[in-house]
């Protein structure tokens, strides 16, 4: 059975059991998806935020998702982007790896993820998909539970390198579908 998917949209409208939020190391509120989250979740996804002490770059906690679809929000820290030399690639990776090993562990069955530093962190998408991609694939090979992830892109240009990533010759031809 296919299990990612790519789609053109707003998270906050994604029908599924858990969302990514591109959060910052305080989880105070930030812009971007950041603030899209915090806007459509209401005032208590922000006092949930305010107890959990922050977290750290490549790291991710778990709220509850008040107004939003989702039942569950993963807020990540991505790197900021400084070249490549600093860690940057595996850190984004394991806000992917942290995010859904949490929602597993809250019997998620579905996550949604924006692109991760793509924003103000300034991490080049044609650079995150590649390594976002592999790294949710090979959660998904080794956790049946979780049935599905959708790249949830809020650009042209980010769903056209999503969908040539999930295209790559080396992911396993069941996991991938095209939203
Ligand atoms: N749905 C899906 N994707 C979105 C949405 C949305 N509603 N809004 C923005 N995006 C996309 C952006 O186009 C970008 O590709 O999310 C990606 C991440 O961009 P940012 O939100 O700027 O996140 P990031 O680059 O990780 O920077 C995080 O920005 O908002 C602050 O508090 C946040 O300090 C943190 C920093």
Known sequence: ?????????DITQRHVRAVANAANISLLRGDGVDGAIHCSAGPGLMCECGILGGCAIGDARVT???GLPA?????TVGP???????GERELVASCYRRCLD?????SVRSS??????TGAYEFPVYETTYITVTEVASFL????????????CFSDEATDDYEAGITQPELDGELVRHG
């Open 141 to 152: 090979e080794s956790n049946s539970n979780m049935a599905r992830v959708v790249f949830v």
């Open 80 to 86: 900021v982007w400084s070249g490549g030399a600093n």
């Open 1 to 9: 059975m296919n299990r990612i998917d790519v789609v053109k949209g």
């Open 71 to 75: 039942r569950w929000v993963t807020h």
């Open 102 to 106: 949490l929602a597993v562990l809250h």
């Open 112 to 117: 949604g993820f924006p692109a991760i530093s």
């Open 64 to 66: 509850g998702g008040y």
